[in-house]
């Protein structure tokens, strides 16, 4: 259901929902935009982390 959403607008793919499956709507969007926020969590703390790990390396050079 979600593969072939994909590359649509989030309101496409809530129709899509909202026709394949009205009686559990609200959770089915619910857990997918949580997934969404989780992966983009994710990807911000390896962000910082590698950025830290970068900084640490620059700062152990220069002493």
């Known amino acids: 259901m979600f593969y ?3 590359g649509r607008s989030k ?3 809530k129709t899509q929902l909202l026709r394949s499956c009205s009686h559990r ?3 089915v969007i619910r857990l997918w935009d949580f997934d969404i926020i989780n992966k983009i969590f994710y990807l911000l703390v390896l ?3 590698v950025l830290f790990y ?3 390396q ?3 050079i220069l002493e």
């Open 25 to 27: 709507l609200p959770t």
């Open 58 to 60: 620059i700062f152990s």
């Open 47 to 49: 962000k910082l982390k």
């Open 4 to 6: 072939e959403a994909r």
């Open 54 to 56: 970068i900084n640490t």
């Open 11 to 13: 309101q496409k793919i």
